[in-house]
Every structure is written in structure tokens, then in C-alpha cells.
């Protein structure tokens, strides 16, 4: 049985690195005005995107300040906030993009580890 | 205006909601936050609303709630309940309402971040409305969906100064906490003013009650008050904030029963007074104060009877007995019955049930049959304090109100239970006096404040024909009641009745010795007569003889030739 789930697991993994390289990420990066802390935001994000999902993904960035009627349409409450639409399931990552580990957990570019 | 005078008074933006603007002097601090904290089901959101829609409606301030708990669909759904269309307000650009929607499985933390989002949403719909005022309902949700708490704080702070910038009257509420004011120590950051709502369940009975915790530069009433919510929202009761400055009155109103009013300085009650009927089981409280509020709609006047004993159906069963009809003033929608269990609401509810139905009903008089088994749901220091309360609200609006109290058996007559009695105006004592294997009703008035009232007992009757006071026979054996009064005074009737019998003989006695002693003067009279008759025929018959004999000489002399 161990080894059954050991296998099932690298599978889920391997499987999940081919949906990754295959399907398309539309993301929106919601940023509040051009502040140091949304530039750093917006590179993390592009130099990330880049990285993992070159190729395959769609990144707009948004400026609540300029459209305040999508901050309320896409439930934002804290900028800069990095929602991925697509694929499912939706996720919404806050902060500055710093912590790239937990951005690909997030992004499901990478499977939960046992610490988090 | 002087314009030395720069000294500014805080200004306030009232509530709408009565009773909470008489204990906040006003409203809540205007162009700032107040919190209100409380635990789940308290009425913390209700509370929100009023204020906003409130503001809408009677103040003309357009107003945003920012709802993380319910969303509109479910807001607006409940609020309507309470008759708040927030359909149209919305349409007609007058509210604002956005649900924020924090999902803490979705939501990954990477890095530093504010809530600029938040600050954007609010900002858009206070400019959308031109909002005057802003609810945030309940700031808990971010907690849960915000891990870092450090973050969250610093934009808490900034979130209150931010509306503060904007002009806007707020209110945000949070969750009660364990030790401390709410969970995550809101209080901390809205220094202006916190109200603190409570639900508290004592023996299986829920009470809400409304404490102003803090308020910054204004004065407030301190009491916990207490709080209710109906079908017109939540009502805060500040009754003991009433003083002892009622207007007082000369008018009296009869009680219903006229030999009562006579002992009652001959004019019955003061309108206005309050008026306990105190006595054992059984003694006739219910029907006295029931005949009061007949004679009060009678007049044309509005009762409310508040029965925490019977059925209004039973109460008016049982007074046809005694030749009351309720039944008619009810129809003519001028007798009102409020028939409930103590037990069903706390005390505090109680109150403000009685006190929201008496401004809508607006009585001349109020009957609450009986406070005694208020000590069902809370204990003595309780019921007097809310008897205090409830009579000062209704001196205050001069409706007289008669107070029915059980006395237990054995317990001191002169003594009620709830140690009401230097609250009442006048007191009236039933009791049951136990004599000749029976029981009679006694009624007197121990005290009446501000009328030669009688010191006399009475016994107090209840029959088909009404209710009667009937003198108790004092006699040289005692007081006398019920069937020994009737017997004693049978006794006295017979009393009566053989001496008169006796003087009756006497005469007829007399009657006879005269009828006889004139028998016999008119028998001796009338040998009187028969003997002077006879004396009288003797004499002639003599004189015939002489003459006879005359006339036999004459005749003799003659024959012979005599000389």
C-alpha cells in the first residue's frame, strides 16, 4: 500500500507539471497606484511567470485607483493582490510576491509540501 | 456669535433609534467611529442598519454598509422584515451596499501587502451616495481571513483615521471576546466611542441589554440598559434614566367600585397614581383591577391589561361572573390584554414590551395582573428595579396603573414580597378572614397617599351583580363577616322582633282589661238603670194604690153619705 501512494503521489505530481507546461493561466495582479511595493509586486509576478510558465499564461495588471468598479467586482481587499483565474481552482496570493515558494503552491505549480 | 465663543462641542449624528440617542445625549460622534461589540446574535448588525437606514430616512444622509457577513441579497431579505426597502434606497442613490467577500482557503499570503483594496471599495461607494455615514459589519472576517494580524492592525488604524478624514460618522462592530471587549481587541483602535450590546441567558431566560462603554467627550448614561428587538428594530428602554420630576394631577378616576371611591376620599384614585391591590390567593385582586379597567373604558378611555397569569379569554370568562363584561371594550378596540408568561422573556424584555406597546397604545390606564410571579425570572432587587422603572415611565405619561401582588399564606399582610409598597401612591388590602367554617373577603385601604382615605374595614362582596362592600357587623363580640355577620345580625333581628312582640302582648292585654272593665261598667250601669226604673214603677204603682184608695174612700164616704 506505501508504495502504492508514493507512486500515486509522483504521478498526481508529474501529472500536475504536464497540466502546468499545457494549460493556459490568465492572471490579474490588482495593484494600488504605482508604489514601490506594487512595482516589486509586478516583477516577482513577471519574472515568475516567465520562469514557470512561460508561453502559457496571460497577465494583466490593474490599477484599482484607476478601477475602482473591478476592485469591488473581484472582492479585492488587500493590494497588491495576484488572483489566477484560470485554472480552476481560484486563488487569490497577497503581498508582494516575495515568498516564491508559496507563490507556486498557490499558482499549483507545486504540490502542498509536508512543512506548508 | 461672539467669536470669543471657539470653544467646539463634540456634534452628534443621532441614531434614529430613541431610546439609544437619550442615553448617548444625542447619537454617536459625528466624524467618527463607534464601535459596537457583542456577541454573536446580539443585534450588532440590526444596530448597523438602523443607523444607516435611520440616517436616510429621517436625517437625509445617504449612507454605505460594507456587509462581510451576509451578502445584499440576504441583507436586504432581512431588513425588509423590519420594513426597510434597501432595494430602493440603493436605487435611488441614497445607500450603498457592497459585500466583501473574504474566503481564507483562497487566500495566500506572500509578502507585504495594506488594504488598499478595502479603502478603494469604500471610498467609491461613500463618493457614489455622498454618504454622511458608513457601517462596516464585522471586521471579524478579516481577522480570519487575513493571517498576518500585524498588518491588519496597522490598517485598522488607518482604516478609522481615513473615515475619520472623510467626514463620515461610522460604526464598525466585532465579536465579543473572551477577557477582553471584542476578540481581537478592536476597542483598542476606536477610541471615540464603544457600545457594548449583551444577550445574557440567566435561568433559561435571554436578556439583551445596551451599555455605552466609553464615549470621549460626551457624557452618557453608564447603566446597562435594557434592549429589545421587535418587529420596529431594536429599542433601547432608558427608563431609569427618568426622574422623579413628574407632572402631577388633581384629576381622580374612579375605581369601579363606588363604595370604594368613597373610602378613597369619596372620589377614587389620582389619574396618574400608581395603585397596588395586594392579597392572599383567592381574595379578589384580578376582579378589583379588572372592574378599574371596565369603569376606565367605560369613560372612553384605553386600557391595557398586562396578564401574566390567564388567558385574555379566561380573564374575560371569569369576570362575566361578576357582571363584568370586558369582551364589548375589547371590540371597541379600547381594552387591550397582553396575556404571556413571565418566563417567556426577561425581565428587561418585559419592560420593554410593555413600555413600546403603551406608546403605541397610549392608555389612560394599565393593569398588570399580578407582579408577583416576575420573581420567576429574576429576584427581588431585579423586580423592583423594573417595577421602579415602569412606574416612573408611566407617571411620567400620567396613566394610572393598578399593580395586583399574591401574598403568600403566612406571609406578613402588611409586607409584599417585592418590597414594592413605598413605590405605590395607594394600597389596597385583601385578605380572607377565616371564621364559622368559612372564609369572607376583607378589603381596606392601608395607605393613599394624599387623601383622607377610610381607616374602616369592609367586606367585599363578589356576586352576579358586581362587586359590593358591605360594613363588617362590629358588634360587642367582634368584627363579623359573611354568614356570621348575617347571623348576627338574624340574632339582632330577633332580638328586635321578640321585644316588639312582647310590647305587642303587653298592649294587647291591656286592650282586654279595658274592653272588660268597660263590660262591666256598662253591665253595673245598667242594673243602676233597671233598679232605678223599678224604683221609679214602685213609686207610681204606690201612688196609683193611694190614689186607688182615696178614691175607694171618696167613693165609700159617698155611698154613705158621710159628711
Not at chain 2, 378616576?253 to 378613597?264: C, H, I, N
Not at chain 2, 375589547?330 to 396575556?339: A, D, P, R, T
Amino acid at each position: 500500500m506505501p508504495q502504492a501512494k508514493k507512486r500515486s503521489v509522483s504521478e498526481a505530481l508529474e501529472a500536475a507539471e504536464r497540466k502546468a507546461r499545457n494549460e493556459k493561466y490568465v492572471l490579474r495582479l490588482y495593484i494600488a497606484g504605482m508604489t514601490p511595493r506594487s512595482t516589486e509586486a509586478i516583477r516577482n509576478v513577471t519574472a515568475l511567470c516567465d520562469e514557470h510558465l512561460a508561453g502559457h499564461y496571460d497577465l494583466e495588471v490593474v490599477d484599482i485607483y484607476q478601477q475602482p468598479v473591478l476592485a469591488k467586482g473581484e472582492q479585492i481587499i488587500a493590494a497588491p493582490t495576484l488572483i489566477k483565474k484560470l485554472p480552476l481552482p481560484l486563488r487569490r496570493l497577497i503581498g508582494t510576491m516575495a515568498d516564491e515558494d508559496r507563490i507556486l503552491v498557490g499558482l499549483d505549480l507545486r504540490k502542498r509540501t509536508q512543512h506548508g | 456669535m461672539a467669536k470669543s465663543k471657539t470653544l467646539r462641542v463634540l456634534q452628534k449624528s443621532p441614531t434614529g433609534i430613541q431610546g439609544l440617542d437619550e442615553i448617548t445625549n444625542g447619537g454617536l460622534p459625528c466624524g467618527r467611529t463607534t464601535l459596537v461589540a457583542g456577541s454573536a446574535g446580539c443585534g450588532k448588525t440590526l444596530l448597523a442598519m438602523q443607523f444607516i437606514v435611520n440616517g436616510i430616512r429621517t436625517y437625509h444622509e445617504p449612507g454605505v454598509f460594507m456587509a462581510f457577513e451576509e451578502t445584499a441579497e440576504d441583507l436586504a431579505l432581512n431588513m425588509a422584515s423590519l420594513g426597510y426597502d434597501l432595494k430602493q434606497m440603493m436605487r435611488r442613490k441614497l445607500l450603498a451596499l457592497d459585500y466583501v467577500r473574504v474566503e481564507p482557503r483562497e487566500i495566500y499570503e506572500t509578502g507585504d501587502y495594506d488594504l488598499e483594496g478595502l479603502f478603494v471599495r469604500l471610498g467609491m461607494m461613500i463618493d457614489e451616495v455622498g454618504a454622511k455615514r458608513v457601517a462596516i459589519d464585522s471586521l471579524d472576517a478579516l481577522f480570519s481571513g487575513l493571517p498576518n494580524e500585524l498588518i491588519l492592525r496597522a490598517e485598522l488604524r488607518r482604516l478609522f483615521r481615513w473615515l475619520s478624514d472623510k467626514g463620515v460618522t461610522s460604526i464598525v462592530t466585532g465579536e465579543q471576546g473572551e477577557r477582553t471587549l471584542t476578540r481581537h481587541g478592536l476597542e483598542e483602535y476606536v477610541s471615540e466611542c464603544v457600545i457594548f450590546l449583551d444577550h445574557r441567558v440567566t435561568n433559561q431566560i435571554a436578556t439583551r441589554r445596551l451599555r455605552i462603554v466609553k464615549y470621549r467627550g460626551s457624557g452618557h448614561g453608564t447603566n446597562e440598559y435594557p434592549a429589545m428587538i421587535d418587529s420596529s428594530g431594536i429599542n433601547v428602554l432608558p427608563i431609569s434614566s427618568l426622574g422623579l420630576n413628574y407632572p402631577v394631577s388633581k384629576e381622580r378616576v374612579s375605581s369601579g367600585v363606588p363604595r370604594l371611591d368613597a373610602m378613597l376620599g369619596g372620589k377614587g384614585y389620582f389619574k396618574g397614581s400608581s395603585v397596588l391591590i395586594s392579597g392572599t390567593a383567592g381574595a379578589g385582586k384580578s376582579s378589583l383591577a379588572a372592574i378599574f379597567a371596565d369603569r376606565v373604558c367605560a369613560a372612553g378611555g384605553r386600557c391595557i391589561y398586562f396578564s401574566f397569569e390567564e388567558a385574555p379569554a379566561q380573564i374575560m370568562r371569569n369576570m362575566e361572573s361578576i357582571g363584568i363584561h370586558l369582551g364589548q371594550w375589547v371590540q371597541k378596540g379600547l381594552l387591550h390584554f397582553e396575556s404571556s408568561r413571565p418566563t417567556i422573556l426577561g425581565m428587561e424584555s418585559h419592560l420593554t414590551a410593555m413600555y413600546t406597546l403603551v406608546e403605541r397604545f397610549r392608555p389612560a390606564a394599565v393593569v398588570v395582573d399580578p407582579i408577583s410571579n416576575l420573581t420567576a425570572i429574576g429576584d427581588q432587587a431585579e423586580v423592583c428595579a423594573m417595577l421602579t422603572r415602569m412606574i416612573d415611565f408611566l407617571k411620567n405619561r400620567g396613566i394610572t396603573a393598578v399593580f395586583t401582588s399574591l401574598t403568600e399564606g403566612g406571609a406578613p399582610l402588611e409586607q409584599t414580597e417585592l418590597g414594592v409598597s413605598s413605590l405605590m401612591d395607594t394600597w389596597i388590602l385583601l385578605r380572607m378572614l377565616e371564621s364559622a367554617s368559612e372564609r369572607d373577603r376583607i378589603l381596606y385601604v392601608l395607605k393613599s397617599r394624599g387623601m383622607a382615605h377610610s381607616n374602616q374595614m369592609r367586606e367585599f362582596t363578589l356576586s352576579k351583580d358586581g362587586v359590593q362592600l358591605v360594613d363588617v357587623y362590629t358588634g360587642q363580640g367582634g368584627v363579623y363577616t359573611g354568614s356570621a355577620r348575617l347571623l348576627q345580625e338574624d340574632r339582632d333581628r330577633a332580638e328586635q322582633l321578640a321585644v316588639a312582640q312582647a310590647e305587642l302582648r303587653r298592649q294587647r292585654e291591656l286592650e282586654k282589661e279595658r274592653v272588660e272593665l268597660e263590660n262591666q261598667m256598662r253591665s253595673a250601669q245598667a242594673r243602676l238603670q233597671s233598679i232605678q226604673d223599678e224604683l221609679r214603677a214602685g213609686a207610681a204603682v204606690e201612688k196609683r194604690r193611694l190614689d186607688t184608695a182615696a178614691q175607694q174612700r171618696k167613693d165609700l164616704a159617698r155611698v154613705r153619705k158621710a159628711d
